[in-house]
C-alpha cells in the first residue's frame, strides 16, 4: 500500500448505542487493507475510548482517519465544554462523568490513560468553552 487511506465519521453524541460504530468500521476496514492485527488492536481501543468520550462530555464530534505504510493518525474533535485540566484528565480513574452515565457503566476515567497507552502519540488542544481536538498516532 502506497497512498494514504482517509476515513470520515460524524459521532453522534446524543446516543450511546451508536458509540463505537467508527471504530468497528475502521477496525473492519483495517484488516480488509491488511493492517497487521496488533495495530488495528491499538487503534481500535484508543478510537474507541475517545468515541466514547466525545459521547459523554462534548455532545459527540468528528473522527478522522489517515492509514498510510508506517502509520495511523486519528484525528478527534469535538465543539464540547474543552478540559480544565488535562494533566488531570489523564490521571487514570479521574472522570467529571455523571451518576447516570456511570450507571451505564460508562465514565470510569480510564479513557484518556488507555488512548495514550495504545498510541505511539497523542496530543490534546483544548479550550474551555470552545472544544477539544486530540491527534493519535499508532506506528508500526
Known amino acids: 500500500m502506497s497512498d494514504t487511506v482517509k476515513f470520515h465519521f460524524d459521532v453522534d453524541g446524543s446516543d450511546f448505542s451508536s458509540a463505537g460504530e467508527a ?37 459527540g464530534g468528528t473522527a478522522d482517519v489517515e492509514a498510510s505504510d508506517d502509520e495511523i493518525v486519528i484525528i478527534l474533535s469535538d465543539k464540547g465544554p474543552g478540559i480544565p485540566n488535562v494533566e488531570l484528565a489523564m490521571q487514570a480513574g479521574y ?36 472544544g477539544t481536538t486530540i491527534t493519535m498516532k499508532v506506528r508500526f
Open 23 to 59: 471504530s468497528v468500521t475502521v477496525k473492519k476496514k483495517l484488516r480488509q487493507l491488511g493492517y497487521p492485527p496488533e495495530v488495528i488492536r491499538r487503534v481500535s481501543i484508543a478510537m474507541y475510548e475517545g468515541e466514547i468520550n466525545m459521547v459523554i462530555h462534548a455532545n
Open 95 to 130: 472522570s467529571t462523568a455523571k451518576d447516570h452515565i456511570r450507571n451505564l457503566g460508562f465514565g470510569a476515567g480510564m479513557g484518556f490513560p488507555n488512548m495514550k497507552k495504545y498510541t505511539d502519540e497523542m496530543r490534546i488542544d483544548t479550550v474551555v468553552g470552545q
